[in-house]
């Protein structure tokens, strides 16, 4: 007897569970189409030119960065078309490593390790906000900051066809001996610096 109280306890707490489950989904996809078009109660064609489209703006559905400064307008971390450097990534790749020097000190003091620097590609293609995220010491640091500052405008981010601004971040490597298998952004001592 006991048994039979307990299931249908349990059973009736499952359809419970199941009709709450129901009723929140009924309720979340409750049709909310707020666009709306005022009636146009005149027939003359001024009346009918006059007549105004009231719509709701829609959510682009695309990540907010909230750990940039969104004071000149919104940055995204993902966007419809993201930035790309002219050329695209492998010419950005290229830019970097022929560009970033190890400095001497840093190489006399067997210092290896990543830096990793953000920015955010404007709406004009101008970089700015650069940002460390992960640093080494003062003269990496200051190196990678030094590349990025001067770097070319950037192909700007698309949202339905208008450009916005978006953060990126890229980690620089910085290694006193190749090995095989290198990957991504590293930079090495030139023969001088050895």
């Known amino acids: 007897m006991h048994k039979n109280i307990f299931y249908f306890a349990g059973f009736m707490n499952q359809i419970t569970k199941i009709i709450c489950l129901i009723m929140i989904v009924m309720i979340s996809c409750k049709n909310k189409n707020d666009n709306k078009i005022k009636p146009v109660t005149g027939t003359n064609k001024t009346d009918i030119a006059n007549a105004e489209v009231i719509t709701k703006k829609e959510p682009d559905n695309y990540i907010l960065d909230n750990t940039s400064n969104q004071n000149n307008g919104p940055v995204y971390m993902y966007c419809e078309k993201m930035p790309e450097f002219i050329g695209g990534e492998t010419a950005f790749i290229e830019y970097v490593k022929n560009n970033v020097k190890y400095p001497?000190?840093?190489?006399?003091?067997?210092?290896?390790?990543?830096?990793?620097?953000?920015?955010?590609?404007?709406?004009?293609?101008?970089?700015?906000?650069?940002?460390?995220?992960?640093?080494?010491?003062?003269d990496l640091n200051n190196e990678c900051i030094r590349v990025i500052s001067i770097m070319p405008k950037w192909k700007p981010g698309m949202i339905n066809g208008k450009p916005v601004s978006v953060s990126y971040s890229i980690p620089i490597r910085f290694l006193l001996n190749s090995t095989e298998n290198l990957n991504g952004i590293y930079i090495l001592p030139t023969k001088k610096n050895k």
Request: hydrophobic residues 40%; proline residues 0%.
């Open 104 to 138: 001497q000190q840093a190489v006399s003091d067997k210092i290896e390790g990543r830096v990793v620097i953000k920015f955010i590609v404007r709406e004009t293609g101008e970089i700015g906000d650069i940002q460390l995220l992960r640093s080494i010491r003062t």
